[in-house]
């Protein structure tokens, strides 16, 4: 199976900050990569597919880049609505796994 | 509006069995591959399976954690998804989520190039294992 490993596993960080998360695969995935944002108490939300693909109605303040092993998830100006924890997952070979995730939290 | 509506959650003793429905709504449901998604108590998440859409061969697919144990259905007249899930654990214990998954596509030099991923959620149904 596929490991995939988030870093940081939780960051604190304020309102208009630039944040970067980043995604690591134990193997090659080429660009068979999402990432989920999940509030507290709710289900996740699918944000970008392809690496960097923006899901529609996403905010653009959400970019994603990477191909290979090396992944990030970047939220250009943090807004409240945006504390949670975000997940990867690849969809290039099954099982899909995912990261173990990323929780942003206010400073 | 489009929407999955999971049921069927409790509490069940090891060993026993149980299952899962998810209802969609304001899309062809017999149109995509239904999955299934897990999440233990303060962990992350876990794939759990999905099947395909009868265009597509509608067969399934598992997690190794649940393949033998758990058996994903669908009745596309009804579009409801099911999981069905024997010889309970309680590492099973968890919120289970239901998922449309879909293929989404991105040009490149005129190739199209197709990307799975869970696009819409249901709220999650909470399955207890003691």
């Known amino acids: 199976d596929i490991q995939m490993t988030q870093s940081p596993s939780s960051l604190s960080a304020f309102v208009g900050d630039r944040v970067t998360i980043t995604c690591r695969a134990s193997q090659s995935i080429s660009n068979y990569l999402n990432w989920y944002q999940q509030k507290p108490g709710k289900a996740p939300k699918f944000l970008i597919y392809?690496?960097?693909s923006l899901q529609v109605g996403v905010s653009s303040r959400f970019s994603g880049s990477g191909s290979g092993t090396d992944f990030t998830l970047t939220i250009s100006s943090l807004q409240p609505e945006d504390f949670a924890t975000y997940f990867c997952?690849?969809?290039?070979?099954?099982?899909?796994?995912f990261g173990q995730g990323t929780k942003v939290e206010i400073k | 509006e489009v929407q999955l509506v999971e049921s069927g959650g409790g509490l069940v003793q090891p060993g026993r069995s149980l299952r899962l429905s998810c209802t969609g709504s304001g899309f062809t449901f017999g149109d995509y591959a239904m999955g299934w998604v897990r999440q233990a108590p303060g962990k992350g998440l876990e794939w759990v399976g999905f099947?395909?859409?009868?265009?597509?061969?509608?067969?399934?697919e598992y997690a190794a954690s649940v393949k033998g144990r758990f058996t994903i259905s669908r009745d596309d007249s009804k579009s409801i998804a099911y999981l069905q899930m024997s010889s309970l654990k309680t590492e099973d214990t968890a919120v289970y989520y239901c998922t449309r998954d879909d293929d989404h596509i991105v040009v490149m030099d005129t190739i199209y190039y197709y990307y799975y991923g869970m696009d819409v959620w249901g709220q999650g149904t909470t399955v207890t294992v003691s």
């Open positions: 099947i395909r859409s009868k265009h597509t061969g509608g067969t399934t």
């Open positions: 997952q690849q969809s290039y070979r099954i099982p899909w796994t």
């Open positions: 392809a690496a960097s």
